[in-house]
């Protein structure tokens, strides 16, 4: 599976955003599918996921804030972001496993085996 993020940009305080992960390949095979992002100098930290079952997983940073939803038609996995902050500037990743990962599990990056490329999220504030 490829996976392609973009949907990025620069906003300001308060602004709305989607981004978008586009599959190819072998798409979907995934059974969760998560958003991390990763800001300068930081460590890449998870965002939210998404199981097969479609049951959700939010940082505790994002929750209420940032939606994640999954388009099996369009082999697309988006992240809605409202009311964004500039500590939200990051550079934001989608990654997706076939293996089940427990809820302690969906936070390692290392968990996963496949990844986009990076879309950058700029809020000025």
């Known amino acids: 599976v490829q996976l392609q993020a973009f949907g990025g940009g620069l906003v300001q305080a308060g602004d709305s955003l989607r981004l978008s992960c586009a599959a190819s390949?072998?798409?979907?095979?995934?059974?969760?599918m998560t958003w991390f992002r990763q800001a300068p100098g930081k460590e890449r930290e998870f965002v939210a996921a998404?199981?097969?079952?479609?049951?959700?997983h939010y940082a505790d940073s994002v929750k209420g804030r940032f939606t994640i939803s999954l388009d099996n038609g369009k082999n697309t996995l988006y992240l809605r972001m409202n009311s964004l902050k500039h500590e939200d500037t990051a550079t934001y990743y989608c990654?997706?496993?076939?293996?089940?990962?427990?809820?302690?599990?969906?936070?390692?990056?290392?968990?996963?085996?496949?990844w986009g490329q990076g879309t950058q999220v700029t809020v000025s504030s």
């Open positions: 998404i199981r097969w079952s479609r049951s959700t």
């Open positions: 390949g072998r798409t979907f095979a995934s059974s969760v």
């Open positions: 990654a997706g496993t076939g293996t089940r990962l427990i809820v302690s599990s969906l936070y390692a990056p290392g968990n996963y085996d496949c």
